[in-house]
């Protein structure tokens, strides 16, 4: 058994030739042909076996090169990343309104849109406001904290103007897009998902 590596498949093999045992006269012939490929289809090549039936790397044809690339092709990359779970407690809920169940009410009936650095969150069902994010999507440096000691994460509530008001929110403080990007220095990433 191959152990893992940065070889074949994600294992310590550098020659595919080295998991032939041998190869058994009664079952093989001269010219016989062998694919090798990974999984992916990231390694891939092509042998014909010699008069005594050693395998010999050759040019691999093309219609098993376009066989090899669709295994490619359908392969996507593994990908590990981090999924923050958190809850928008009271505290950070009165800052958005002077009722803070009023604004979970809004999360729970999609007039209220949750978004943390602006990806998307999932919010869990439930009592109050828990959610989940991919944080891969969230610009860099997202996460700070403080001596509490607690993380804090951007965290954004996104409704209409009118839901706002109704809802309690702190209207009369509320500012314009348009004001803070004419008032404030603000740089807008555009590379993200």
């Not at 990359?77 to 407690?89: N, Q």
């Not at 999360?107 to 959610?131: C, H, S």
């Not at 944080?135 to 403080?146: C, D, I, L, Q, R």
């Amino acid at each position: 058994m191959a152990e893992p590596g940065l070889g074949w498949g994600g294992t310590d093999v550098s020659d595919p030739l080295d998991i032939i045992d041998r190869i058994d006269p009664k079952q093989a012939w001269p010219g016989l042909k062998l694919l090798m490929v990974s999984t992916t289809g990231e390694h891939a090549a092509w042998f014909e076996l010699d008069q005594e039936l050693k395998p010999r790397a050759v040019a691999m044809p093309a219609p098993v090169r376009k066989v090899v690339e669709r295994i490619a092709e359908n392969c996507e990359p593994a990908l590990c990343t981090v999924l923050f779970m958190a809850g928008a407690g009271g505290s950070l809920r009165a800052g958005v309104t002077e009722n803070p169940v009023r604004l979970t009410r809004s999360v729970r009936e999609t007039l209220t849109k949750v978004t943390l650095g602006g990806v998307p969150a999932f919010v869990w069902p439930g009592g109050g406001i828990t959610l989940m994010v991919d944080v891969a999507g969230m610009p860099e440096k997202s996460f700070g904290y403080v001596p509490t000691p607690a993380l804090v994460a951007p965290i954004e509530f996104t409704l209409r103007a009118s839901d706002y008001a109704a809802l309690g929110g702190y209207a009369s403080r509320t500012v314009t897009l348009e004001d803070v990007l004419r008032d404030h220095k603000v740089r807008i990433d555009e590379d993200r998902t």
